[in-house]
Nanobody, 122 residues
Framework: VQLQASGGGWVQAGGSLRLSCAAS????????MGWFRQTPETGREIVAA????????YYADSVKGRFTSSRDNAKSTVYLQMISLKPEDTAVYYC????????????????WGQGTLVTVSS
């Protein structure tokens, strides 16, 4: 599975960005997807996840109410809509995938994209 994340950039606090992650190499609807972020200070943490069908999502407490994950299986793409961004959201964001099964959003992901940088200025 190959994952290509895009949509990162610079935004002022309170602004919005939408990340996209295009998948190839496997039937997209057979994958549960996750969004992670990483900084040198905090390490890698999960921020959101969505199951294969899109009807079950998970969000870290730090982003609940501000981030929304969705997916378009016809386009083999998962999205992370981020609003009300804060400086502490600054990180490299990664999408990841795992074979669907028993939904366990904080479990191990097998496939990773290359990351896209999000910078939120105060």
């Amino acid at each position: 599975v190959q994952l290509q994340a895009s949509g990162g950039g610079w935004v002022q606090a309170g602004g919005s960005l939408r990340l996209s992650c295009a998948a190839s190499g496997r039937t997209f609807s057979s994958l549960d997807m996750g969004w992670f972020r990483q900084t040198p200070e905090t390490g890698r943490e999960i921020v959101a996840a969505i199951n294969w069908s899109g009807d079950t999502t998970y969000y870290a407490d730090s982003v609940k109410g501000r981030f929304t994950s969705s997916r378009d299986n016809a386009k083999s793409t998962v999205y992370l809509q981020m609003i009300s961004l804060k400086p502490e959201d600054t990180a490299v964001y990664y999408c990841a995938a795992r074979a669907s099964g028993v939904y366990y959003p904080t479990g191990v992901y097998d496939y990773w994209g290359q990351g896209t940088l999000v910078t939120v200025s105060s």
